[in-house]
């Protein structure tokens, strides 16, 4: 079966999570990405903790593996001029070009976007950085939690009175960046069909957190009242909008409509409650339906929700929600075969669905570290004596056995 993207070629020079996890949704559905990394640790994610115990420490970790099956990886030291010579050709092959490095490391290498472009000047070129390239704060370093600060988001999340909640999933990497990323290379990709012509394509992730909050940012520019923590509608201000404690966790509840706040009510046997459906929260409403949540298991709240069509789910830690009935249908959870591995890996399934030409999540296990080196530089043209004298300079580098390393050091 041809996927969509078969015969896309992209070159991934990204590390870590958001451009590798941008890349992994291309290459679920055909694109050729090659990871281009350096012929010392290569991308970092590799030395996060091994994935069963036992394993070799220098095979690939879990996390590693689930962010970069489908793919293949060349080692290149872009510092070294037959290294750059080594990416040009692959440039030169290629239709995009994905990156997170600061703004303007790859130009001082010698290798930015104007380089790359006038050898291909069909090449998208992605560029994920914390801030974009034209941003008084280009230059800072950052993490997730940092953009999230700056986009308003992190400021906004949690109880009026506390401190601001850290979420748990990486907003600003996945959202702000890795799926604008991966939307943006799609529309230059088509827009290149007609142009004939690749560009430029510049992503913020503060910038990608930020339009995550379009509703609120309308209100405020609209009306110039500030959204404040602990005052946002849907950000816990409203009782029928909310997570509750029950008699063994938590449920959550979010009959914003009256139709449904009216069937939980009456489901519960408190109709009287009805009327206080936009209450605050320490409201009188409020302390009654803390009550009644607190009575019932969430057991018994799953059972209630299957019976009354309210909004009532149960709050799931990530091992029920990967056993769930819900992940099974949906295919959520995939087995990869992964050499030195006793078992098949299982990771995150796909989480777009097309009907007639869906993702295969299965096509190649993740990759070791240079481990296509040579058989990328033979597809390129290179010739045995040519790839020899390459790896014997250092400006490639073939599968490393025995490397070691930390995305922590």
């Not at 890349?23 to 996060?48: C, I, N, P």
């Not at 036992?54 to 001029?81: H, Q, T, W, Y």
Request: charged content about 25%; hydrophobic content about 40%.
């Amino acid at each position: 079966m041809t996927l969509p993207l078969d015969g896309v070629r992209v070159l991934d020079l990204s590390r870590l999570l958001p451009g590798p996890f941008c890349s992994l949704l291309l290459a679920d559905f055909g694109a050729d990405v090659v990871k281009v990394e350096d012929t010392a640790q290569g991308d970092y994610m590799r030395w996060s903790p091994p994935m069963y115990e036992g394993a070799d420490p220098s095979a690939a970790s879990a996390m590693f593996l689930a962010l970069n099956r489908n793919k293949r990886s060349i080692c290149v030291n872009l510092k070294d001029e037959r290294g750059r010579e080594v990416l040009f050709a692959l440039a030169r092959e290629a239709d995009v070009v994905l990156e997170s490095f600061r703004p303007g490391v790859l130009h001082r290498l010698g290798c930015g976007y104007e380089a790359l472009r006038a050898v291909n000047p069909r090449l998208v070129y992605c560029a994920i950085s914390g801030y974009g390239q034209d941003s008084p704060l280009r230059d800072r370093s950052g993490h997730d939690l940092n953009y999230l600060a700056l986009a308003g988001l992190l400021g906004l999340t949690g109880d009026r009175d506390g401190a601001p909640v850290q979420p748990a999933g990486q907003i600003a990497d996945l959202g702000g960046g890795a799926l604008m990323a991966a939307f943006a290379i799609l529309a230059a990709l088509r827009e290149r069909d007609r142009s004939g012509e690749g560009q430029l394509v510049d992503v913020s992730m503060t910038d990608g957190t930020l339009s995550w909050l379009a509703m609120l940012a309308a209100r405020t520019l609209a009306e110039g009242a500030p959204a404040r923590r602990g005052a946002l509608e849907l950000g816990g201000a409203l009782v029928c909008y909310r997570p509750y404690r029950c008699a063994d966790g938590w449920i959550t509840i979010g009959a914003l409509e009256p139709k449904f706040w009216a069937a939980f009510c009456g489901g519960v046997g408190r109709e009287d409650l009805i009327a206080g459906q936009f209450d605050a929260p320490g409201s009188a409403t409020h302390r009654a339906v803390e009550e009644v949540v607190a009575a019932r298991t969430r057991a018994e709240w799953a059972a209630f929700a299957a019976d009354h069509d309210c909004c009532v789910e149960p709050v799931l830690d990530l091992d029920e929600v990967l056993d769930s009935a819900h992940v099974r249908a949906r295919e959520m959870v995939v087995e990869v075969d992964q050499p030195g591995v006793p078992e098949p890996v299982r990771q995150l399934g796909v989480p777009v669905k097309l009907s007639r030409t869906p993702a295969d999540p299965a096509r190649r296990p993740g990759p070791g570290l240079g481990e296509h080196t040579e058989a990328l530089l033979r597809e390129l043209g290179y010739g045995d004596e040519d790839i020899r004298s390459l790896l014997e300079s250092g400006a490639v580098a073939g599968p490393a056995d025995g490397v070691r390393g930390s995305f922590r050091a």
